[in-house]
């Protein structure tokens, strides 16, 4: 038994990191579903809008832990590569007055669309219903990259970097 337990552990390790690399592999092609909300202005904002450019995709809520701890991240991934051409959206679960609360102390640099129903129907045509729930598109509009949990720098951005 003793002799096992290693053999156990790694097969266990193994196993764990191969589920957690599956939700940051590279998707095949697929085109990304259309949609439109509206801004913390109450603008409508179409995904089309940014066409042309990659996308990252942030799907989450003001209450959920883990989101609130990777927007600082995603906050300097714009400041860093929204001038070679990324362009991060976040797509707010929730009413639209904490959502704006929470952006304004943040000060998010990014834009963020709001409603919380229609927001959860983008979430499950994106794949997932999770949070936070992060997927990356292509210039030309097809989805790359589906990642559920807290996004790492070093992960997303060298998927992003691939694309710019």
């Known amino acids: 038994m003793k002799r096992a337990l290693p053999w156990l552990l790694l097969a266990?390790?193994?196993?764990?990191?191969?589920?957690?690399?599956?939700?940051?592999?590279?998707?095949p092609a697929e085109r990304r579903p259309d949609f439109t909300l509206h801004d913390l202005d109450g603008k409508p904002r179409a995904i089309s809008e940014w066409d042309g450019q990659?996308?990252?995709?942030?799907f989450w809520a003001p209450w959920c832990k883990p989101c609130r701890e990777e927007m600082p991240m995603l906050m300097q991934l714009q400041r860093?590569?929204?001038?070679?051409?990324?362009?991060?959206l976040g797509l707010a679960i929730d009413d639209p007055e904490p959502v704006r609360r929470f952006a304004n102390e943040l000060r998010i640099n990014?834009?963020?669309?709001?409603?919380?129903?229609?927001?959860?129907?983008?979430?499950?045509?994106?794949?997932?219903?999770?949070?936070p729930y992060s997927v990356l598109i292509d210039r030309q509009g097809n989805i790359v990259?589906?990642?559920?949990?807290?996004?790492?720098?070093?992960?997303?951005?060298?998927?992003?970097?691939?694309?710019?």
């Open 110 to 131: 990014y834009p963020v669309l709001t409603d919380l129903v229609a927001v959860l129907q983008v979430q499950e045509a994106y794949g997932d219903t999770r949070l």
């Open 80 to 88: 860093d590569l929204g001038s070679r051409g990324l362009q991060v």
């Open 54 to 58: 990659v996308v990252l995709v942030n």
């Open 12 to 27: 266990a390790l193994a196993a764990g990191g191969g589920f957690a690399a599956y939700w940051l592999q590279p998707q």
């Open 145 to 164: 990259l589906r990642k559920a949990g807290e996004l790492k720098r070093p992960e997303i951005e060298a998927h992003i970097l691939r694309l710019l």
